[in-house]
């Protein structure tokens, strides 16, 4: 039995490990693992999440356990300190000596501390292992107790810095990014990305410094501050080092391997160094003359070290590694693909930007416009899966390139199905799957899920970006051999969500536990009581205070709960228009009861921090001074945002705020599918941002223009015109069937936006609908939005003025106590929750 010892147990060391078990002589060979972390592989990648939850065994690549169960001898927290080639054997830092036929490094990387003066000085931080961000948690806890205000900076502006910013913002600490260059992800993106991603990254809080070299870290014990210059200072209590990464390759150079100039471990396209015996890979692996710092290229390393050892020596690296990579940064989201940048002699860029929806588009085609060459995505990377495999499998493009990247509103095409990819193009890159595999997988072995696929192909496991193309995949196949594809609602009922309506409505349920007896089985889950409370709400107007018990928590308090057990209370100010006695009346109760107060950007007043058994003695005041509730909480309608239009400013066509209040209260309390929000601009100049909601108005000459299917959320979506210069009264005729439409046949938590996109025709087939009556269900649809019209309840009055339901605010079953556990800290002269410990 030969024996293969792999030195480093991150996530390239654990994917050597997995595809080597999977083979089938793998009980021919001894595998030792050693790792000088206390604790298995974990995912570096979603290492920012630790600040979650705390929990690194959600991180695990896989348990200990694993390893045992696959004859894996595991040696954590036992670094490898010498190579003797001669001998083939390893020597740890415990002093025990190993023997080895094969060796493979896969050491991975350290984080790169510039030599800047100060460095050492107590809150400096690097951002690379678990018990790293243990530490930052720990120091973070200590300076908000002295300080509330207290400010965190990073070093560096790349990947992993804003990781490391989203980070700071997590442990409640005021986040400030320095970066060297003149630009963010100066890798990654040009000039004008960056400063779109700048820009959005700024509107959510982070301070941006560029082009600052630090001097000196300054403090006596610890850091106070860093120096960029003789007056150019930044005050800071803490600070993240993320400015790049070095290959630790010591046990390369002391063991006499070829090395490269700047570092890494010289391998050819078998993976092996210039010890023929022994294997490089990941982030020490010197391929290319080049160090690759992405998951997809290490997992690809480690399948061809794993096929070399074993004897299947036809599996080489590709002479060429994509470099191509789709992320969300603190919850924006970022791609590049191919060449990103490219010199103007060797084809043409084709850029779409809106700085004012923090997005940005950039094609590179070829010179003759006959192929993708590369791109940059930010803001809006829901297209990145097909450019990318456009560009890989150099796929025909439209004659006029803009389209792939224009909103599908102003012109733009769409890519087609995915089942118009060739077999060969790898739709997983993590783990190197070819939608022909994943196709196979459905049509030849009978995995008819999403699930099942990921189980046998490995597909959609690594870091998920795939998922959208792999669900298509299996779809459109199930769809092709002649069966009917149905998104299920849960275990426990057999029906999607357009089935479980009509069953409702038709056969008059109003009752849960009817419906569970009558039509599904088991007791019940988390997915399936929302639902149907969601159900009997949009088809009956019935208030989430009726059947509580299946209610999702916040619309069971009628308030958000906040993140130290406390609860939001949201007026509903229609159209953001407030009387001043109505501001007077809210300024008094907030004070009262020591709320935090914000202004949204939905145009209304926010106040946080009410306890659980405050909520109904708020809300009574709220409701005596004309108040209702807001809805913050149900997936319903939000707001109805407002210009001042005609009513005041002189470009304005026509009266928008009194228009937004008549609509909000309108279709206040109708639950859907989705919360869903709406605009009213006065004029084209789009105050209101009417076309980033999910239904719009704006005024024009000759009456209204009505836009549906916005989205300003996680991903933006312009709404696309549904109707023109029509009036008022035309026009919320044809916003009514459209909402109904949408209730009627969305999927549960599915947008507007995300529902226009997937509905078979889009918006010409909702304007047949909705406008030509092509289904012959106007009627209906008036009737029934009529009806929710009419039937509307303020469930906060309803709350307070029915005991029974007044009766569960309170914190503890058996006591009318209130939680003394809660506890606030000052900021800005009001409150915040006080921070994690």
Sequence with gaps: MKTVIVVGNGMVGYKFCEKFVAKETSEDYKLIVFGDEPRPAYDRVHLSEFFENQDA????????????ENGIELMVNERVADINREEKTITTAKNRDFSYDYLVLATGSSAFVPPIKGVEKKGVFVYRTIEDLEGMLSYAAALKAKNPNAKAAVLGGGLLGLEAGKAVMDMGLEPHIVEFAPKLMPRQLDSRSSQVLQLKLESIGLHIHLSKATNQILGDDAIVGMEFGEDDVLDVEMLIISAGIRPRDELGKSSGLKMGVRGGIVVDHKMQTSDENIYAIGEIALYNQMIYGLVAPGYEMATVAVDQITGKTDNIMAPEIDMST?????????????????????????IFENKTQHLYKRINVSLDGKRLLGGILVGDASDYSMLHQIYLNSMPIPSDPSQLILPAGDGGASFGSAMDLPDTAVVCSCEAVTKGQVCCSVKDDGNETVKAVAKATKATTGCGGCKPMVTDLVN???????????????????????????????????????????????????????????????????????????????????????????????P???????????????????????????????????????????????????????????????????????????????????????????????YKGIRSPHKFKGGVSGCIRECAEARGKDFGFIAVEGGWNIYIGGNGGATPKHALLLAEKVDKETAIKYVDRFLMYYIQTAQPLMRTAAWLDKLEGGIDYVKDVVINDC???????????????????????????????????????????????????????????????
Excluded at 496 to 509: A, G, H, P
Excluded at 800 to 807: F, L, S, T
Aim: net charge negative; with cysteine; aromatic share 10%.
């Design 57 to 68: 065994k959600a991180l695990e690549m896989a348990p200990a356990a694993w390893y045992a």
């Design 326 to 350: 789709k992320l969300k940064l603190i919850g924006v989201d970022v791609a590049s693909f191919g060449e990103p940048f490219m010199p103007a002699a060797k084809g043409h860029s084709i």
């Design 476 to 570: 459109e196949t199930l769809k092709s051999l002649g069966k009917v594809v149905k998104e299920r609602i849960c275990e426990h009922f057999d029906y999607s969500r357009q089935e479980l309506y009509d069953i409702v409505k038709m056969k008059n349920i109003q009752d849960y536990d009817e419906l569970l007896d009558t039509h599904g089985k088991g007791n019940g889950c988390e997915t399936c009581k929302p639902l149907a409370a969601s159900l009997f709400a949009s088809i009956y107007n019935e208030t989430a205070n009726k059947q509580d018990t299946i209610q999702d928590t916040n619309d069971r308090y009628l308030a958000n709960i906040q993140r130290n057990g406390t609860y939001s209370v949201v």
């Design 572 to 666: 509903r100010v229609a159209g953001g228009e407030i009387s001043p006695k109505q501001m007077i009346a809210m300024g008094r109760i907030a004070q009262k009861y020591d709320l935090y107060t914000k202004i949204t950007g939905g145009q209304r007043i926010d106040m946080f921090g009410a306890k659980l058994h405050e909520l109904p003695l708020i809300w009574e005041e709220l409701i005596a001074e004309g108040f209702e509730t807001g809805q913050a909480y149900g997936k319903s309608l939000r707001t109805v945002k407002s210009c001042v239009g005609s009513t005041w400013c002189r470009y304005g066509m026509d009266e928008s705020v009194s228009f937004a209040i008549e609509i909000e209260n309108r």
């Design 775 to 837: 289904l012959g269900i106007v009627d209906q649809l008036d009737k029934e939005m009529q009806h929710l019209v009419d039937t509307y309840k303020c469930e906060w009055k309803e709350a307070v003025e029915n005991p029974e339901i007044r009766a569960k605010y309170t914190h503890f079953v058996n006591s009318t106590a209130a939680d003394e556990n809660i506890e606030f800290v000052s900021l800005r002269e009001q409150k915040m929750p006080a921070p994690w410990a």
